[in-house]
Each structure stands twice: as C-alpha cells, then as structure tokens.
C-alpha cells in the first residue's frame, strides 16, 4: 500500500464543503453537504479503509455511527473499519453512538484524562496534555491499521495538514455558499503570515459529481517536521 510505512497508516483525508470552504453551519450545526453520488463514494472509501478518524466535535455535535452503509456498496468488507475519535479530556458523550460497540472502537486520548470507557472500547493513549496525532498514527499502525480515512472535524484537518500527515486528500465542494463567520472552516488552525508556512498540494484530477465537484490532491512536498509534534486539544 503506497504511503503506508512502520511510523504510520496511508492517510486519506476525505470532507466535503461549501464553495466559500465551510464544514458545517453557524457554530458548527451539521450540514448535509454531500449528494447521493458523493455519499456512495464516501461509503466505499469507508468499506475500503481499515479506521476511520474524527475528533470529539464531531461525535458531540453530529453522533455518527461511521459505519458502512451496505445500501451504498456493492459487498460489505469482511471486517467493519475500526472507528477512532480523538478526544484529549472524555468528552464524548455516554450515549453515542461511537460506544455502541457495534464495531471495534478505539478512543484516543491523553494521560490526564481519568474517563472509564466500556470494555469494548479500546483506549489509546497519545500524549499527556493534547494528542499527538503523529504518536497516535504510529499507535495505529502498530495495531495493524494499515489504511486510515480521516473525516474531521477542522481542528483534525488542521493538524493533518499542518504537519503533513497524510497522502490524499480529496474534497467533495457542494455548489452553495454558507458565509456565516462561527461556521468551521475547512482548515483552521496557525496564522500564515508568509509564504514558507504554506500548505502546499498537488493537484491531481477535478471532476463533475452529480450537482459538486471532487478534487483530489496530494502533497507537494514534504513538509518539514516542527520541534514539537502537531497536537490536537479536544
């Protein structure tokens, strides 16, 4: 698998988006952005992806399952995706659908978070204030996760970009704009001030999915690594 290595999983980064670069609504109210043809695209990525990745917010404010739909694929793998949430202090919520043990679930968090989780939920450690999603990616493949999707939220696309974590990254744009300032941006995050602190992707191929477009990049170059590894509060 091209991108997958010893330190960590191949990383696809996958998110849709208004035109003006919007997750979701005001204060972060979900938005279905996808069309049918992009959700069934998302659903394969997810049946051909051994994790999928989002942070605490997400679960808080959307509760997703991250499960496969089988309406959406043509056969279902023979292991459901593990699902990862990166949350630092136990913020997810006792009733979410994360912890319904329906599939394997990891909860990736820090040492100072003294939360008890079901058995079935297994529980990484990454990181003593914030977690370490470079630590974290190399827990993962340790565990033999070899083929990540990452779904968000913004402060997760954030650092994955950041700190060039990734191999893919494909962007499904819905033809609307939201506008609204307290919407998350699709990358938040450091000022860029200069030229040099600038994420830079390759272009790869634009195409025409139902009523969007679907872009898909992948790094230009490889950025150095920062004296301190990316982290996420959450």
Not at 7 to 23: E, I, Q, T, Y
Not at 142 to 164: K, P, T
Not at 166 to 194: K, N, Q
Request: glycine share 10%; proline share 9%.
């Amino acid at each position: 698998m091209v991108g997958a290595t010893a330190d960590r999983p191949r990383v696809w980064v996958n998110c849709a988006a208004s035109l003006d670069g919007r997750l979701a609504f005001a204060h972060g109210a979900r938005a279905r952005l996808s069309g049918p043809e992009d959700l069934a695209r998302v659903h394969r990525l997810r049946a051909e992806s051994d994790a999928i990745l989002v942070g605490v917010g997400t679960v808080v404010l959307d509760d997703p399952s991250l499960r496969v739909d089988p309406s959406l694929v043509k056969s279902l793998p023979a292991r459901p995706p593990t699902r990862v949430v990166v949350d630092a202090s136990g913020r997810t919520p006792e009733g979410a659908r994360f912890l319904d043990g329906s599939v394997p679930t990891i909860v990736a968090t820090t040492d100072r978070n003294p939360r008890a989780y079901p058995p079935h939920v297994r529980v990484v450690r990454a990181g003593g204030e914030t977690v370490d999603l470079a630590q974290l990616f190399g827990l993962l493949r340790e565990l033999g996760l070899v083929r990540l999707m990452v779904e968000g939220g913004s402060r997760i696309l954030a650092s994955v970009a950041r700190d060039g974590l990734f191999d893919r990254w494909t962007i499904y744009y819905a033809p609307v704009f939201i506008g609204d300032a307290s919407a998350p941006p699709l990358v938040g995050g450091e000022v860029v001030l200069r030229p040099p602190d600038l994420v830079r992707l390759r272009l790869e191929s634009v195409e025409r999915l139902g009523e969007g477009y679907l872009a898909s990049f992948t790094p230009q170059v490889p950025r150095a690594r920062p004296d301190v590894p990316g982290s996420v509060q959450a």
